[in-house]
């Protein structure tokens, strides 16, 4: 199993950035995808971002291309999102998430983070 844990949530104000941190601990080297998820209030749980073990792939959610960049240190076992140009539709719980396969990530049968808090106020 791999544990994951998330930080660098806060409150923003609309444009503004935010960068969250994903730490992993424990078989990290059988996960070869790590990305995020997030969640707003009264919505499902939708995919934002992927990026491979050895980040040669990644793919975002059409609502943050061009805004998000996710990136991995292996040597650190962490994985990070860049947010960039931050709206108030951002506003969610982003869950940090790992999963065996890269062509599996989007389907939601993840390994699960505990979530941070990301507020962008108008």
């Known amino acids: 199993q791999v544990q994951l844990v998330e930080s660098g949530g806060g409150l923003v104000q609309a444009g503004g950035s935010l960068r969250l941190s994903c730490a992993a601990s424990g078989r990290t080297f059988s996960y070869n995808a790590m990305g995020w998820f997030r969640q707003a209030p009264g919505k499902e749980r939708e995919f934002v971002a992927v990026?491979?073990?050895?980040?040669?792939?990644?793919s975002y959610a059409d609502s943050v291309k061009g805004r998000f960049t996710i990136s991995r240190d292996n040597a650190k076992n962490t994985v990070y999102l860049q947010m960039t140009s931050l709206k108030p539709e951002d506003t969610a719980v982003y869950y940090c998430?790992?999963?065996?396969?890269?062509?599996?990530?989007?389907?939601?049968?993840?390994?699960w983070g505990q979530g941070t808090q990301v507020t962008v106020s108008s």
């Open positions: 990026i491979s073990w050895s980040a040669s792939s990644s």
């Open positions: 998430a790992a999963a065996l396969y890269y062509s599996d990530f989007r389907k939601g049968n993840n390994y």
